[in-house]
């Protein structure tokens, strides 16, 4: 790699600096065109440099005291070594440098024109140089983009069975591709033609010199066929021989060959893939921000099974009695306008008889609004099911009993009832079904359904919430100890925290909550500063929220730790008391004294919700009583409270005055339960006390890492509980209850739609993530995330359709990248504009649905009996 040291400071200040860059910089993006080269450049050493140049510059205008006052420090050398990839060993020219697959402009690198590079290069020396030419990336001269990743071709040479790879831009000509061969074999040119070679067949011979590499077809990572025509006498054999597979040749590259021994045939049963005029290059026109209609409508065209159906005859399954459909007509519409979209031509089409239904029967998507291609593709998938149902008349299914059966059975139960309701092209190819399991955190009752899923929403794992989890003790015996989830700004205080659970248990006026750290069954701590950042409250932490009366004068807290009996064999005199459970908390105005009586109502009144059911009943009984000492006796026969002090002083029920003990956080009493007497209280609402956070955080990942797909689905499918809004009723308790939910995938289907949720919402904030995922484009396996443990085949799919979503929520821009199946090759859908890229291009930032299709085995045939998609076997990475 080259590199070159440091030169010495330039005369030159850091805002002189930044000045001179800035004017070339301008005047060279001016003048930009085709075949100009610029360099990357790696932005942790430009930033460094922006942040050397902008500090001087403030620095200098700013009055420091002469100690205070720093100088800016002038970056070294420019190491461009973290852009590069040095296992990449199978170049065939030391001086081709390959690139990390994976970078992306803004986050990785930043590219300069070359004047700009040549001067920042001679100020400050460094390297490796990474320079990369600008090709025209549309129909206008103007539409330029830069190559970062030229074409990788792997030239293979005939008859000797040599190999090399090689770098080459697809705007090159077949010509310079010719050239780049020979001298790579060290070939006589004259002697020498070469094959579009894709899939391993020959295809065309590459005689036209002066057509482009992009004209002519070439893409990503496929072989070069470079085929000798003469024999080592100089005697012509006879021009280019055709290729069989059974011939020498091919059994030397068995191993690019696949496993189960396909070839890289798409779609066809012949050997030979046609290159022919393609179709579905179709753009359409943008009727005032509709890019997110445009976006959504070419994925779900270009999704193969919808393509057959629609240019079928498919008005025979239309519903026009449907109630929940739209007549047919939206069927229709989508129908008409995917078969104009299905053609050779490449004039745009104008969606306007399209919308024009949409807006009817959908009026959130009427005028010019920009709106969320997810939303609309939501909507178009149920309309079309809607509007295809080949049920006529649903027939009404009665609830059945899951108890005692097998997740299977069950699973194919519901499915089964599903289908005898719903049956469209819609529930063949998109729907799946979820197991859905939900649990109860008082009585522990599971509710397991298997319901249908058209997409999957996937949260970003970037959440600017965190939930957390507290129970809180009615300290009036209104109600039983009762878990709440709430979700807090991550970086919030405690303020924050303390206004969701208000929220969420309905604080009254009069009341408030205290908040206490539970550690060894007693408070640790109170979190009583409103301020108190919520990030120094760890998710394995265990907080009790108590429910008090606002008091007029600051106030005593008494905590009444529990303490049960231990026996020691068949030693009673040896039995001793260990404390368990959740303290209880009271409070009482600060230096007034208490009855002994009264701390034992305090105790008697928080207890009652706890009681055993026969117990509980009695204590209705109880509190038809009207005077306190009249409900106190009712109840003495019942259980008896051993209440003591932190000097294991018994405490009785006298009407003398007691002197509550100052403590820094609560003075201590001790209530000692009896093996008898514990057992009339449930005590699963003490003893069970949740974390903070008590499912198990994603994994960390290291700055600058992507986000995996796969780390995205398991977030999605982790146990958590139910949002306080979404309550449910728990049949054994008879009362709602914020159940545990845990999602497991059961049955997948053929298209797999993936929402990556980008958009949050809140009261005061709309935010867009601009999160990288790194989404597989081959070979998303989700064989292991199957719960159904006896489906034996494999779950493996292919993208081929991304909808992007550019810029803010409230200037944003939707494009489509597609991928032509009969081609094996992604186009960029801009609107009205459809060009070629290259796959690299395909997983950006900007991903926001993903749209799979399942690779079955080639000897398969899904359920439309269109012809399969084949997995393309890849030589390597790109």
């Not at 009984?621 to 009249?630: E, G, H, I, K």
Request: glycine share 4%; hydrophobic share 35%.
């Amino acid at each position: 790699m080259e590199m070159v040291l440091a030169a010495p400071a330039p005369e030159m200040t850091a805002e002189q600096e930044m000045m001179h860059i800035r004017d070339i910089t301008v005047a060279a993006e001016a003048e930009a065109k085709e075949g100009d080269t610029f360099f990357l450049i790696t932005t942790r050493w430009w930033q460094s440099w922006i942040d050397y140049v902008i500090e001087d510059l403030t620095s200098n205008g700013s009055h420091h005291h002469e100690f205070s006052s720093r100088i800016p420090r002038r970056p070294g050398a420019i190491d461009n070594r973290d852009l590069i990839d040095d296992t990449a060993t199978d170049e065939v020219s030391s001086m081709e440098i390959e690139l990390h697959d994976t970078l992306v402009e803004g986050r990785d690198y930043i590219l300069l024109p070359q004047q700009v590079w040549e001067t920042l290069h001679g100020w400050y020396g460094g390297g490796p140089t990474i320079p990369r030419k600008a090709i025209n990336s549309g129909f206008s001269q103007t539409d330029l983009a830069i190559e970062v990743y030229p074409l990788r071709l792997q030239l293979l040479l005939m008859p000797k069975g040599d190999r090399a790879v090689i770098r080459i831009s697809k705007k090159d000509t077949v010509g310079e591709l010719h050239k780049k061969a020979c001298r790579v074999f060290n070939l006589i040119p004259d002697e020498v033609c070469i094959w579009d070679y894709y899939g391993r067949t020959k295809h065309t011979l590459m005689d036209n010199l002066e057509k482009t590499l992009d004209d002519a077809n070439i893409q990503m990572d496929q072989d070069i066929l470079v085929e000798i025509t003469a024999d080592a006498n100089g005697s012509l054999d006879g021009g280019c021989m055709s290729l069989v597979k059974g011939n020498d040749f091919f059994e030397q590259e068995s191993d690019s060959i696949s496993s189960n021994g396909d070839m890289d045939n798409v779609h066809g049963t012949s050997g030979m893939i046609s290159r022919g005029q393609p179709v579905g290059l179709t753009g359409l026109h943008n009727l005032g921000n509709t890019c997110y209609m445009n976006s959504a409508i070419q994925c779900l065209v270009h999704t193969p099974e919808f393509a057959t159906y629609f240019c079928q005859d498919y008005h025979r399954e239309i519903n026009r009695q449907n109630p929940l459909g739209n007549v047919g007509e939206l069927a229709v519409a989508f129908g008409d306008l995917l078969r104009k979209l299905w053609t050779t031509s490449r004039s745009p089409v104008s969606p306007r008889p399209f919308k024009i239904k949409l807006s009817r029967f959908a009026s959130q998507f009427s005028g010019c609004n920009q709106h969320d291609s997810q939303e609309l593709l939501a909507f178009l998938l149920d309309g079309l099911h809607e509007d295809l149902n080949r049920v006529k008349h649903r027939p009404y299914i009665n609830s059945f009993d899951t108890d005692g059966r097998s997740d299977e059975e069950v699973a194919d139960e519901y499915w089964a009832n599903h289908i005898a309701r719903n049956n469209s092209i819609i529930v063949d190819v998109c729907q799946g079904q979820y197991k859905s399991t939900l649990v109860c955190p008082v009585c522990a009752k599971v509710s397991v359904t298997f319901d249908p899923f058209m997409y999957l929403s996937l949260p970003l794992q970037f959440a600017s919430n965190r939930s957390m989890t507290v129970v809180v003790f009615s300290c009036d015996g209104s109600a039983p100890p009762t878990p709440f989830t709430v979700s807090v700004p991550k970086q919030g205080r405690c303020r924050d925290l303390l206004q969701a659970l208000s929220n969420a248990c309905s604080l009254r006026n009069g009341e408030k909550l205290l908040i206490a750290e539970i550690r060894n069954h007693k408070i640790y701590q109170f979190l009583d500063d409103p301020v108190l950042q919520l990030s120094t409250i760890s998710d394995d932490n265990h907080l009790a929220v108590y429910r008090l009366p606002k008091l007029e004068k600051r106030a005593n807290y008494i905590q009444f730790v529990h303490r049960r009996e231990e026996d020691h064999g068949n030693n009673s005199s040896l039995a001793s008391w260990k404390p368990y459970g959740v303290p209880l908390l009271a409070q009482i105005p600060r230096n007034e004294t208490v009855s002994g009586f009264v701390i034992h109502e305090y105790i008697r009144k928080m207890l009652v919700p706890m009681l055993s059911n026969q117990d509980s009943q009695h204590s209705a009984v109880q509190n038809s009583v009207s005077t306190r000492t009249q409900s106190y006796h009712s109840d003495s026969n019942k259980f008896q409270l051993y209440l003591l002090d932190d000097s294991n002083t018994v405490i009785e029920k006298s009407v003398d005055p007691i002197r509550v003990p100052q403590s820094s956080v609560a003075a201590v009493f001790f209530i000692n339960w009896p093996k008898a007497d514990l057992k009339r209280i449930d005590t699963h609402h003490l003893e069970n006390l949740p974390e903070v956070f008590k499912f198990a955080p994603p994994a960390k990942r290291t700055r600058g890492e992507p986000l995996s797909l796969y780390a995205c689905l398991d977030a999605f499918l982790r146990e958590e509980p139910l949002v306080p809004e979404e309550m449910w009723y728990c049949p054994r308790c008879k009362e709602q209850r914020q159940a545990s939910k845990k999602l497991d995938l059961w049955r997948l289907p053929e298209v797999l739609v993936i929402h990556l949720k980008r958009f949050s919402f809140s009261r005061s904030t709309k935010q867009k993530l601009e999160t990288f995922v790194n989404f597989p484009i081959h070979d998303l396996d989700l064989t292991n995330y199957i719960a159904n443990k006896k489906s034996s085949e494999r779950q493996i799919y292919e993208l081929y359709a991304v909808s992007n979503h550019y810029g803010s929520m409230a200037s944003g821009h939707y494009t489509a990248h597609i991928k032509l199946l009969q081609q094996n090759r992604w186009y960029n859908f801009d609107d009205s504009q459809v060009v070629a890229i290259d796959e690299e291009e395909v997983r950006s930032a900007a991903a926001y649905v993903l749209f799979y299709r399942r690779v079955r085995e080639p000897d398969g045939a899904d359920s439309n009996g269109t012809q399969l998609f084949v997995k393309r076997h890849r030589s390597g990475h790109r």
